[in-house]
């Protein structure tokens, strides 16, 4: 722990905002996989309108680490648990939500299903990735 | 991962010390959200003096966005990769309290509530932390 204030340019830097839409009807099975453009280590996943969930829907992911070669997507499990595919509990069908989501660590792509089909509209998924940044090479964004 | 002591100079720093108040009476919810200037991995998150919790008890929640480019609405926190559960925890009524927020990943703005009105004034005294990479090797 350095005993000093953080500049501007040092820590995590952040991905563009990444939109994954599961439209109404769908589940998010047969949407294409987000590419993020490269690896991240972390995810924060923002959902500004819960209402399209459906009741007693849980969310699990599909990640791919690179494109060398093309990567199949491979159902995402939880950090040090093979045995445990991560599988939120039931999504809120109202209001907001944001989390981090730490268990893709090193993906570049990632695709989201629901568990039951998007009601009332589209399901939109705001996702950035976060990755150690020592140098800002982004001065004018 | 470096295979090598880590400098003085490097590791997490943090941010100037912020101070997020729930006045007497109320729960945050008309208190506007505190602005980091930038987005942070962690906080770190202290009260003084807990005895402006409601004496018959509380818990605290956040609401968070990662940047104004757009302005965000302020999202309810969950916990990490548990988008179905709510950040919300108990707090003690006396003495102080100090805890790191990991919830908040990312964050630049935060906002705390109490589900129970406040007796007194409730100060939050927050720091940000995030990496912190100087290069005493002068330009590699």
Not at chain 2, 34 to 53: K, T
């Amino acid at each position: 722990m350095a005993n000093s204030k953080v500049p501007n340019f040092s820590g995590y830097g952040v991905s563009d905002e990444m939109t994954f839409t599961i439209p109404t009807g769908g589940t998010g099975s047969t949407i294409e996989r987000i590419d993020f453009g490269r690896p991240y280590a972390f995810y924060v996943i923002r959902i500004e309108d819960c209402s399209r969930i459906a009741a007693t829907t849980t969310m699990r992911a599909q990640g791919a680490t690179n494109d060398y070669p093309q990567q199949a997507l491979c159902d995402l499990y939880e950090l040090n648990s093979p045995a445990t595919r991560w599988v939120s509990g039931n999504l809120p069908t109202s209001g907001t939500l944001m989390f981090a989501l730490t268990h893709a660590f090193g993906c570049r792509y990632l695709k989201f299903i629901l568990s039951n089909a998007a009601s009332g509209g589209d399901v939109v998924l705001k996702i950035r990735g976060f990755d150690p940044s020592a140098i800002d090479t982004a001065v004018n964004q | 991962m470096a295979d090598s002591r880590v400098p003085k100079e490097a590791g997490f720093g943090r941010s100037e010390r912020f101070v997020y108040t729930i006045p007497s009476g109320t729960n945050g919810d008309s208190v506007f959200r505190l602005d980091l200037l930038r987005p942070y991995s962690f906080v770190v998150v202290r009260v003084e003096d807990c005895a402006g919790f409601n004496n018959s008890g509380s818990t605290i929640s956040a609401l968070v966005a990662l940047d104004d480019l757009p302005e965000q609405v302020m999202a309810t926190l969950k916990e990490t990769n548990d988008p179905s559960t709510t950040w919300s925890k108990s707090v003690p009524l006396t003495g102080a309290m100090q805890f790191a927020l990991t919830h908040c990943f990312g964050s630049r703005y935060i906002k705390f509530t109490t589900s129970a009105n406040t007796d007194a004034n409730v100060n939050f005294h927050i720091w940000g932390y995030d990496p912190l990479v100087i290069d005493t090797d002068n330009g590699y």
